[in-house]
Antibody, heavy 121, light 106 residues
């Protein structure tokens, strides 16, 4: 069974930094695009960033561009999100998600349980 | 691409037929996915490509539409279906989600 387990969430002050990790197992991690999606309190889902399987392409939402950096280590089956210059509006549960695209329709077919990031003084 | 999902919430009874709609601000062909999300749980993919049922998802869930107008239908609502449902377009970045539809027990 595909597993995605996020870690690294916590409480951080505005302007601070945090690094989220996502450990993947039971699938060939190096062949999948991976993404981060967040859910802010009382609101819906928001796509944050995606990285292609070989790290050739990285995409970001405008709301995090220039502050967040997505990366991956295929040897360690791990996905990361470095978050800098954090703001109160970045407070959210951050989900790691696998991108499936085997029939030409990209979709998030597996998700982790999420990591809570709280930005507050 | 803007996603407009309606209704934002609904109350229904077990056994009811439920329909949720999603409209996009521009044509996305069939690049439309539906997810179910319960509090404290990982979101779950239900439908991809507007109408393809994800493996393991009960057949009471179905999707239809193309272009800018899409529908998720639950043919006979079950107790485990009370959750929030989101549509999502995968036509182009930035990937965007609808605002969600919370399905509650009447």
């Amino acid at each position: 069974e595909v597993q995605l387990v996020e870690s690294g969430g916590g409480l951080v002050k505005p302007g601070g930094s945090l690094r989220l990790s996502c450990a993947a197992s039971d699938f060939t991690f190096s062949t999948y695009t991976m993404s981060w999606v967040r859910q802010t309190p009382g609101k819906g889902l928001e796509w944050v960033s995606s990285i292609s399987s070989s790290r050739t392409y990285m995409y970001y939402a405008d709301s995090v561009k220039g502050r967040f950096t997505i990366s991956r280590d295929n040897a360690k089956n791990s996905l990361y999100l470095q978050m800098n210059s954090l703001r109160a509006e970045d407070t959210a549960v951050y989900y790691c998600a696998r991108d499936a695209d085997d029939v030409g329709i990209p979709r998030f077919d597996y998700w982790g349980q999420g990591a809570l990031v709280t930005v507050s003084s | 691409i803007q996603m407009t999902q309606s209704p934002s919430s609904l109350s229904a009874s077990v056994g009811d037929r439920v329909t949720i709609t999603c409209r996009t601000s521009q044509s996305i062909s069939s690049y439309l996915n539906w997810y179910q999300h319960k509090p404290g749980k990982a979101p779950k993919l239900l439908i991809y490509g507007a109408s393809s049922l994800q493996s393991g998802v009960p057949s009471r869930f179905s999707g239809s539409g193309s272009g800018t107008d899409f529908t998720l239908t639950i043919s006979s609502l079950q107790p485990e279906d009370f959750a929030t449902y989101y549509c999502q377009q995968s036509h182009s970045t930035p990937l965007t989600f609808g605002g969600g539809t919370k399905v509650e027990i009447k």
